[in-house]
């Protein structure tokens, strides 16, 4: 479980998260969603380890900040928003960082967790390929291949591992969404613990299976998509009025931004 509770951030000088509140189980995909500057990288990089915060943040029953930072790097991965890297490493040296800062694999096994992460990522081949020489979306195959080899199982020692993962598809194509949407939730159903900051709304009611939604700072709303996912929590989170529809012969909300545009 990670639960959050009564975190606040402050950053510059600034209070950033207020109160934020809310639990990601194992075995479900935790989307967090919310407008640009409403507080979800904050989050998750106070999940992550990598901020201070008040109140509490806790990994399978351990305070974050008070856990040694390989004891952390053993239990979840983190996918960051962005990740500017300016030395010309190729992407086997970029993958196999992932090794390094894990414990969850023995050296003999590197050469294969690394090439298992880089086929699930639909990156088989590009080992030798240079980092930057790489589209946008390729580079943030080869960080979530990463990440991967830095947490290759879902469960270890009988304990669910996490992946935190800041706006995963952001920069691919409907077809590697998927991909990368099946991997998350393949990962879930084996035990492990997805939280994935989304924009893509739609992406998010097809592969999550609760919602925590984000505006100012503060949490809006958390709970299932289907509570999570509605006109009122759009309108007040986005501030336009979007509509939340059903996919016929099944229940999934879709939301068109078509209203957004009636007069
Ligand atoms: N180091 C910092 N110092 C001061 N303010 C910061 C700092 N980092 C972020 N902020 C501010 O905190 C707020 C939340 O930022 P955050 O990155 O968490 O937003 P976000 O919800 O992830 O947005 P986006 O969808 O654009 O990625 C923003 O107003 C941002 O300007
Ligand atoms: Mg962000």
């Known amino acids: 479980m990670i639960e959050v509770s009564g975190l606040s951030v402050r950053l510059s000088g600034k209070s950033i998260l207020h109160d934020v509140s809310f639990a990601a189980r194992p075995g479900a995909l935790t989307a967090i969603a919310g407008p640009n500057g409403s507080g979800k990288t904050t989050t998750m990089k106070a999940i992550a380890g990598e901020l201070s915060y008040d109140g509490s943040a806790r990994i399978n029953g351990h305070e974050i900040t008070g856990m040694a930072p390989w004891r952390l790097a053993a239990m ?39 090439a298992e992460a880089l086929e699930a990522v639909d990156l088989s081949g590009f080992e ?36 935190l993962l800041d706006e995963p598809v952001s920069s691919l194509d409907i077809s590697h969404q998927l991909t990368i949407m099946k991997l998350a939730r ?29 505006k100012g700072g503060e949490l809006s709303a958390a709970g299932t998509v289907t509570d999570v996912l509605t006109d009122e929590h759009m309108l007040s989170v986005f501030g336009c009025p979007l509509r939340v529809n059903r996919v016929p012969a099944g229940d999934t909300p879709f939301v068109l931004a078509h ?5």
């Open 76 to 114: 979840r991965g983190v996918l960051p928003q962005s990740s500017a890297i300016s030395f010309p490493f190729t992407v086997r040296e970029i993958v196999r960082m992932g090794l390094t800062s894990g414990i969850n694999s023995r050296p003999q096994d590197a050469e294969s967790v690394a």
């Open 128 to 163: 030798g390929r240079f980092y930057q020489e790489l589209s946008g979306g390729e580079q943030q195959r080869v960080q979530l291949a990463r990440v991967l080899c830095q947490i290759p199982e879902p469960i270890v020692d009988g304990q669910p591992c996490w992946l």
């Open 186 to 214: 393949d990962f879930c159903e084996r035990g492990g613990g997805v939280i994935a900051v989304m924009h893509d709304l739609n992406l998010t009611a097809l592969f999550a299976d609760r919602m925590v939604l984000m």
């Open 259 to 263: 209203s957004a545009l009636e007069r």
